[in-house]
């Protein structure tokens, strides 16, 4: 159930997110009636939803390969490469976010 929780947020924050960045300014302006503040909290709420996200899991996973490999020190060579990666996917949603909020001023 708590899974479920997680997913209905992430689909709920990019899906909301994108929504709002396909227009320019002025579209925003008039469908919104409030304009440039509603974006910067959009463009706020993805830099730190997504760069909360990447911190727990990251935080997460690094406790759970330390302990992993602190039980069995010889599954340190196996588990670096999936480490690795996972941690890089995790930092790909940070920059997701940072992304996003760019897209949300129309700098990119």
């Given at each position: 159930?708590?899974?479920c ?30 304009g ?6 959009g ?22 390969v ?15 490469a999936?480490?690795m990666?996972?941690l ?7 920059l997701?976010?940072?992304?996003i ?8």
């Amino acid at each position: 159930m708590k899974i479920c929780k997680y997913i209905l947020m992430f689909v709920g924050m990019f899906v909301s997110t994108v929504a709002f960045a396909q227009g320019d300014e002025a579209t925003a302006s008039s469908v919104l009636g409030v304009g440039q503040g509603l974006l910067g909290i959009g463009a706020g709420l993805a830099i730190g939803i997504g760069a909360f996200g990447a911190a727990t899991g990251q935080g997460r996973a690094t406790g759970s390969v330390l302990e992993g490999v602190s039980r069995n020190p010889s599954a340190s060579k196996a588990v670096f490469a999936n480490f690795m990666l996972g941690l890089a996917f995790m930092e790909f949603q940070a920059l997701l976010g940072f992304v996003i909020a760019f897209m949300l001023y129309g700098k990119i």
